[in-house]
């Protein structure tokens, strides 16, 4: 929007000029969406408290400590985020390009399949919400439509393509298979940062540490000289998404002013769905799935105990894990939830260095 503005009154001023540059305007979509809920913030808090007189329901088979520590909490901070992140991408994007909207869809509508979902537990005061099918299917619909869309506007053999990292120049072309493996990819993405969202901090410095990587990437993508070089996806138009990246991250560095433990508010299913869905369409508009598995590999991790434990106990009867999901393992352990989110971010950022060298390792 500003950049339309500035190019439109044609302003000749030099400072003025800088915002062109792709890298500044993720910088200032960083800065503005971190501002927003840094100033916001308090009176958002209090409004969504205002509604929820037991805040988030907490589950009754978790850890008992929780029972103690967390109740009371109010969660949909989502919507906090969400409003920075949309506020500082319609500021600083250039619209000309196609393969915004797209992925602000998913992120919306996502939010907003989270937001009836954590507006059904705080009104029933349980840790169920609306069921899992109905919140599935809806998911996938809106993946379905986002299909179409970025068909419309993008080669849709490209779409189709399946990029394997350390290889270069060798693509699988999915065909039809590609509509289900992008529903698995984004679908699976927002519900393996929800099922990570369990502990003060754990999902959002992840999530923070994969939009950069992704910033990065996406920049790297947009850039025809630098994507010919690294073997990588050119996606014209790809580098405006490190706008987008650079928002989540500001969002996410408010939020955990927050959200830091003892956390005033959590980000709930409205913010843990939006910006787990995002990061899964980001990657596959600029061809990096796998990558995202590997940069993303809590959350896979996450989402990865619980289906096993699952699948094991209706196998043999038997539990891998004392607790699903994976850091409700180590909490039964008797870790401390410090150090269980330290070193999940820990481990995080060293998975985000691994997926940033396989673009060179090729």
């Not at 503005?5 to 305007?25: A, C, E, G, K, P």
């Not at 500021?91 to 797209?102: G, I, K, R």
């Not at 080669?155 to 399946?162: C, G, M, P, R």
């Not at 433990?261 to 910006?275: C, I, K, N, R």
Request: aromatic share 10%; proline share 4%.
């Amino acid at each position: 929007m500003i950049l339309e503005l500035i190019n439109y009154i044609d302003i000749n001023i030099s400072l003025l000029n800088l915002i062109n540059y792709l890298t500044v305007r993720a910088g200032l979509a960083l800065f503005t969406s971190f501002a927003l809920i840094l100033f916001f913030g308090p009176a958002l808090i209090n409004y969504i408290s205002s509604f929820q007189e037991d805040g988030q329901p907490i589950r009754d088979d978790g850890p008992q400590s929780h029972l103690i520590a967390k109740k009371g909490t109010p969660t949909m901070g989502g919507i906090i985020i969400l409003i920075s992140i949309t506020i500082s991408v319609l500021m600083w994007s250039d619209f000309n390009t196609d393969v915004m909207l797209p992925i602000l869809f998913i992120m919306l509508s996502f939010g907003f399949i989270g937001f009836i979902d954590d507006y059904s537990k705080v009104t029933k005061n349980s840790s169920n919400g609306i069921s899992g099918r109905i919140r599935l299917l809806l998911q996938a619909l809106s993946v379905g439509i986002f299909i179409y869309w970025t068909s419309m506007l993008l080669n849709i053999e490209d779409l189709n393509l399946l990029t394997l990292p350390l290889v270069k120049d060798v693509f699988i072309n999915l065909g039809y298979f590609s509509i289900p493996f992008i529903i698995i990819v984004i679908v699976g993405s927002a519900n393996a940062v929800n099922l990570t969202d369990g502990l003060d901090g754990l999902a959002i410095v992840p999530v923070m540490i994969v939009a950069a990587t992704f910033a990065i990437i996406c920049y790297l993508a947009g850039n025809i000289i630098f994507s010919d070089y690294l073997h990588i996806n050119y996606v014209p138009g790809a580098g405006e998404l490190a706008i987008l990246c650079g928002a989540i991250i500001g969002a996410s560095l408010g939020f955990l002013w927050y959200n830091a433990p003892p956390a005033m508010v959590f980000m709930g299913d409205t913010g843990s769905l939006a910006l787990g869905g995002t990061l899964g369409a980001i990657s596959v508009i600029i061809k990096q799935e796998l990558v995202l598995a590997i940069v993303g590999g809590i959350f896979v991790a996450e989402a990865l105990s619980v289906i096993l434990q699952v699948g094991s106990f209706k196998l043999t009867g038997k539990r891998i894990f004392r607790m699903a999901p994976l850091h409700h393992h180590f909490e039964h352990k008797g870790w401390p939830e410090s150090q269980i989110v330290i070193r999940f971010w820990i481990i995080a950022l060293i998975l985000a260095l691994i997926g940033l060298a396989t673009l060179k390792i090729r």
